[in-house]
């Protein structure tokens, strides 16, 4: 079955530019949606198409996919984006979840 | 504006059945499907199938097969979830979410707020 593999963590300053990566057999060739869960809350879709915004999501989200990796970007990362994040994408008739990565904001 | 609203928390036994319900308002519901996603505390999150609006069969992750059952409910824009056999595994969040599409992929743009089913003896 297919897999997306994300890093556990990642710490970014306030400020800073956080990238999550997120990583599949061949997962440029499929769209890569992701989304952010606060603590308590459902999640919420904050890329879509691999790179493109939802509204009501801010322009420091990005997103990129090629090869066997996608990858969010969060530019100017402020303590509001302290959250779990987690990719998905769809491979043979299946909706796949990365495991998630816990963004810390320090 | 779009909303998915869930029925309330679930205690079952091991070996119950459960049925969660999600109803929808904010858009045609013809025009989305609705999908069922899982969440065990403190884990990822964990896709278990989609309910078809136009009448078609639901489809179902393999793990699931046999014990999940999505039907149109009682209202026309609501759709249930009935879980079978339940076990100690199955304590978890459930979301309904409504799934958009590009090019065949779905992804999820609105999320119910969850619906907590705790399976204890």
């Known amino acids: 079955s297919y897999e997306l593999s994300q890093p556990p963590s990642v710490s970014v300053s306030p400020g800073q530019t956080a990238s999550i990566t997120c990583s599949g057999e061949k997962l440029g060739n499929k769209y890569t949606s992701w989304y952010h869960q606060r603590p308590g809350q459902s999640p919420v879709l904050v890329i879509y198409e691999d790179n493109k915004r939802p509204s009501g999501i801010p322009e420091r989200f990005s997103g990129s996919n090629s090869g066997n990796t996608a990858t969010l970007t969060i530019s100017g990362t402020q303590a509001m984006d302290e959250a779990d994040y987690y990719c998905q994408a769809w491979d043979s008739g299946t909706v796949v979840f990365g495991g998630g990565t816990k963004l810390t904001v320090l | 504006q779009v909303q998915l609203v869930q029925s309330g928390a679930e205690v079952k036994k091991p070996g119950a059945s459960v049925k969660l319900s999600c109803n929808t308002s904010?858009?045609?519901?013809?025009?989305?499907?609705l999908h069922w996603v899982r969440q065990a505390p403190g884990q990822g999150l964990e896709w278990m199938g989609v309910f078809n609006p136009i009448g078609l069969s639901p489809a179902y992750t393999q793990k699931f097969q046999g014990r999940v059952t999505m039907t149109r409910g009682t209202s026309t824009t609501t759709v249930d979830m009935e879980l079978t056999s339940l076990r100690s595994e199955d304590t978890a969040l459930y979301y309904c979410?409504?799934?958009?599409?590009?090019?065949?992929?779905?992804?999820?743009?609105?999320w119910g707020q969850g619906t907590l089913v705790t399976v204890s003896s």
């Open positions: 904010g858009y045609t519901f013809s025009n989305y499907y």
């Open positions: 979410a409504r799934g958009s599409t590009v090019s065949g992929h779905p992804y999820f743009d609105s």
